[in-house]
């Protein structure tokens, strides 16, 4: 079982910044993917970037590219988001999440460990 704890959002002005951080509490295998998600109240948990461990393949939604980047950090096992020029209807929950197959993927049910979300609420 694998623990992720989220940390770095909070209330920002509209093209702003944020780093988000996602600490796992064991080390995963190298083929693991990790993965950023966000869900606004009352919509579906919609895919963000992800990263490849070992080869540190990324992919990101639409809505993010060119904005947003992530990256990890192998010796502390932790992920980051790092969040530019946000935008309103970038705010929602973000969650961090391990997925256990060796293909980044984008859909959420294809994670096998979510952490607990944190908070991003951009002000307009």
């Known amino acids: 079982q694998v623990q992720l704890v989220e940390s770095g959002g909070g209330l920002v002005q509209a093209g702003g910044s944020l780093r988000l951080s996602c600490a796992a509490s064991?080390?995963?295998?190298?083929?693991?993917?990790m993965g950023w998600f966000r869900q606004a109240p009352g919509k579906e948990r919609e895919f963000v970037a992800a990263?490849?461990?070992?080869?540190?393949?990324?992919y990101y939604a639409d809505s993010v590219k060119g904005r947003f980047t992530i990256s990890r950090d192998n010796a502390k096992n932790t992920v980051y988001l790092q969040m530019n020029s946000l935008k309103p209807e970038d705010t929602a929950v973000y969650y961090c999440?391990?997925?256990?197959?060796?293909?980044?993927?984008?859909?959420?049910?294809?994670?096998?460990?979510w952490g607990q979300g944190t908070q991003v609420t951009v002000s307009s």
């Open positions: 990263i490849s461990w070992t080869g540190g393949r990324t």
């Open positions: 999440a391990q997925d256990l197959s060796i293909n980044i993927v984008t859909k959420p049910g294809a994670y096998d460990y």
């Open positions: 064991r080390r995963t295998f190298s083929t693991y993917v």
